[in-house]
């Protein structure tokens, strides 16, 4: 192995390094590198771009975001509103004190416009009809964080409960009563996408109210998300950043001592693939939790208590993926926002077996219109699960055949031009992320987050922190969003920086 950069740079103090250089990394680096105990600070960041699932990419003549769009609940409670605010990367409607007020309650907003597979607009009356529905009866399933016990292990279970007891009671013809349940379906899917899950059957009813939905009416950076981790790491000294440095094994609990480094000791060594290796006192880790899953056998050395193992394995990170689509020419209205795709031969109440190569479009929510562009014209197409995986699976080529077919059936109009181009995310192919966020599984709760988000080791009384995790899946309440991500990585460097305090104080003055 070969020391990592800058290893003999700046006097003693304590090295931290800091494992992904997402928003939870660069934030815990941005707080620790204004400590004047921190000389030795490192961001490991396996990839050749800083921002992690935050991407913005120039395309279609403007900017698309690959992966984070909105900041969900843009008010002053929100860190990542105020840190966008403070950098002037947000607009006056944003910013707006009647933006930061306006209550959705997590509610995604109606469509304006629905198409049925059969080739006719679904009527928005009846849609409105079956969000309120539905949206009750999500509401209804963030009720049973206090309750002594939940009534089914999981949401989607919940929901199909209800469901099925309101149908009981309709009383419209066969025909409408099947495309209420489909546009439930609908509704369902949206929630696997929100939620980055393939089933709500996967999602864990007890604790599925403890994630918290701030104020605001969701917004977007008009000039791109990632122009926020791009602030933040242009505020980080220029040798802080180190890319293309994907870590191998975390080496912990351990009495290390390197050439270069003057007798000192370290209790943990961070080995890259490339075969270098970072000494370090602290190592605060930020990869996704799709990440941890997949390398759990290999990445740590000693491998992590048996406890924090199996909540890694047993919580909850799925897939929520992008398909973006350029058109010559739109074939929406101008007003036209967010439209909506109802597969009338689907049903909350029923699986369909049908093969994923025919029927993985079923599971395509449907698609925002993207306002930004000056002369392009393009949709936004979201999809979860399994069918979102497969779909990663395709050459951009069948996916634009797969959507041209779907968008002639529903606008009943075969002539339909096809998209001029696409362009998708493929989250679970990503090495470091396998997937897009976690969600609170069946079998877990708020605390197995909290397990997880636990230092190294677990005893501080026996040794200095070692290992601090930090990252979305570590933030109880505002798990899968940025600002969870970002408050997690404030948390540890907190924790670190209250350490390094408190050994200052019992070592005294330097003479
Ligand atoms: C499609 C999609 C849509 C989303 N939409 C929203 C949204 O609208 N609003 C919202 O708030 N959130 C959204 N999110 C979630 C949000 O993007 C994440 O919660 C947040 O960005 C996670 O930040 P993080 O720092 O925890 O992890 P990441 O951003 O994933 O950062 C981790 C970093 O670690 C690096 N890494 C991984 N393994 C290694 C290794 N071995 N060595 C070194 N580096 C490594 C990765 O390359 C990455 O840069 C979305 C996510 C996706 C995928």
Request: net charge negative; hydrophobic share 40%; proline share 6%.
């Amino acid at each position: 192995m070969e020391p990592g950069g800058g290893q003999g740079a700046a006097g003693r103090g304590p090295r931290v390094v800091v494992v992904g250089g997402g928003i939870a990394g660069l934030g815990a680096a941005q707080r620790l590198c204004r400590h004047p105990a921190v000389r030795h600070l490192r961001v490991l960041e396996a990839t050749a771009r800083a921002g992690g699932r935050i991407r913005s990419e120039r395309s279609f003549g403007g900017v698309v975001e690959v992966g984070a769009h909105w900041i969900h609940g843009p008010s002053q409670g929100n860190p990542v509103f105020r840190l966008a605010a403070q950098y002037g990367l947000l607009g006056d409607k944003e910013l707006s004190e009647e933006n930061q007020r306006i209550d959705t309650g997590g509610h995604v907003a109606l469509p304006s416009v629905s198409y049925a597979t059969s080739g006719e607009s679904v009527s928005l009356g009846l849609v409105v009809e079956m969000g309120h529905l539905y949206y009750s009866l999500i509401d209804r399933s963030r009720e049973f964080l206090r309750a002594a016990e939940a009534p089914v292990p999981s949401v989607g279970e919940f929901l199909r409960k209800e469901i099925r007891r309101h149908v009981a009671g309709w009383t419209e013809d066969e025909e409408t009563q099947k495309l209420k349940l489909a546009i439930l379906k609908n509704f369902l899917n949206i929630e696997c996408c929100v939620s980055g899950t393939h089933s709500m059957d996967l999602v864990a009813l007890a604790p599925f109210g403890e994630y918290t939905v701030l104020p605001g009416l969701d917004c977007t950076f008009p000039g791109g998300y990632q122009g926020l981790t791009d602030r933040i790491m242009a505020s980080l000294p220029p040798d802080v950043m180190v890319f293309e440095k994907p870590v191998k094994t975390i080496h912990w609990n351990s009495n290390f001592q390197v050439a270069e480094s003057h007798g000192e000791r370290f209790t943990v060594l961070v080995e890259c693939e490339d075969g270098h290796y970072f000494p370090a006192h602290h190592v605060i880790l930020t990869v996704p939790l799709g990440f941890l899953k997949e390398h759990l056998d290999t990445f740590f050395r000693p491998p992590l208590p048996a406890e924090k193992a199996e909540a890694i394995r047993k919580m909850g990170f799925g897939t929520n993926n992008k398909i973006f689509l350029e058109f010559e020419e739109p074939f929406w209205e101008p007003d036209c926002e967010h439209i909506q795709v109802v597969w009338e031969d689907t049903s909350p109440l029923e699986d369909t077996a049908a093969p994923m190569q025919d029927a993985w479009v079923k599971k395509l929510i449907g698609f925002l219109v993207l306002p930004s562009f000056e002369s392009a014209h393009v949709l936004c197409g979201f999809i979860a699960g399994l069918e979102s995986e497969f779909m990663e699976t395709l050459s951009d080529e069948e996916v634009l055949q797969a959507l041209t077919r779907v968008l002639r059936r529903v606008t009943g109009n075969p002539q339909l031009p096809a998209p001029k181009s696409v362009l998708r995310s493929r989250w679970h192919s990503a090495p470091y992320s396998r997937g897009s966020y976690s969600y609170v599984a069946v079998g877990t709760s708020g605390d197995d987050i909290d397990l997880l988000a636990q230092p190294l080791p677990a005893d501080p009384e026996k040794a200095p922190l070692q290992i601090l995790f930090a990252g979305e899946a570590t933030h109880r309440t505002f798990y899968s969003t940025t600002h969870g991500a970002l408050l997690s990585g404030w948390r540890e460097a907190d924790r670190l920086i209250e350490l390094l305090d408190s050994e200052a104080q019992l070592q005294g003055p330097r003479l």
